[in-house]
């Protein structure tokens, strides 16, 4: 299963840090309003799109569990939330209002752990559910396997430096960029699988 992820940092206007807001999500370039460009992406590669939220906030929750873990507030350092709940929740209109951390948490956003510890447990429709994607049909999203992953040509792979290279070197440079030529245009992707990255396995 495949999540087009833009991250975005918490904002505070006081030093009480009790509440911040997200402002950059109506971020917009020359090819339109991010958020827009991040569902033309996810769409197109049969995935979700989300955002990943950077906080920190002066506050403190009950002890929560979630796919049998337990967790507390610091879990939330960071989120994921499902970038058409934004979009849907808070247009970007004339005075538009940015969402808050207290609108967002402790729910419908989730710890970044359930990606890799819960979601491989759970059907696409439980995904669905559990990122209030209620819109979406477990059909569109596609199967990756390995394979499809490692020859998508639209990557390539970072290498470690050596020690002993100079890293001002163009060619090494040139290691860290990506070469999507789509409107959103993520440089680096992370796969996640329960089990060894072999031939025979999907990549969940």
């Not at 299963?1 to 917009?28: C, S």
Request: hydrophobic share 35%.
């Amino acid at each position: 299963v495949f999540f087009a992820i833009q991250a975005k940092i918490i904002y505070h206007n006081n030093q009480r840090l009790t509440n911040g807001d997200y402002r950059q999500m109506k971020h917009h370039n020359q090819n339109g309003y991010q958020i827009d460009l991040l569902e033309k992406y996810a769409s197109k590669k049969g995935g979700l799109p989300l955002y990943l939220l950077y906080n920190f906030v002066n506050l403190s929750f009950d002890k929560k569990e979630m796919c049998e873990i337990e967790f507390g507030i610091e879990q939330f350092g960071c989120s994921i939330i499902n970038a058409l709940y934004i979009k849907q929740n808070f247009p970007i209109i004339k005075n538009w209002k940015a969402p808050t951390f207290n609108d967002l948490h402790p729910s419908p956003a989730l710890p970044w752990f359930v990606i890799p510890c819960c979601f491989h447990y759970k059907t696409k429709k439980e995904i669905l559910e559990m990122l209030s994607f209620k819109d979406n049909s477990p059909d569109s999203l596609k199967n990756y396997n390995i394979d499809e992953i490692r020859g998508d040509k639209d990557w390539k792979e970072i290498l470690q430096f050596d020690n002993d290279s100079n890293n001002d070197d163009e060619e090494d440079k040139s290691k860290f960029d990506s070469i999507m030529s789509l409107d959103f245009s993520p440089k680096y992707r992370i796969i996640v699988s329960p089990n060894p990255l072999s031939k025979d396995n999907k990549v969940k």
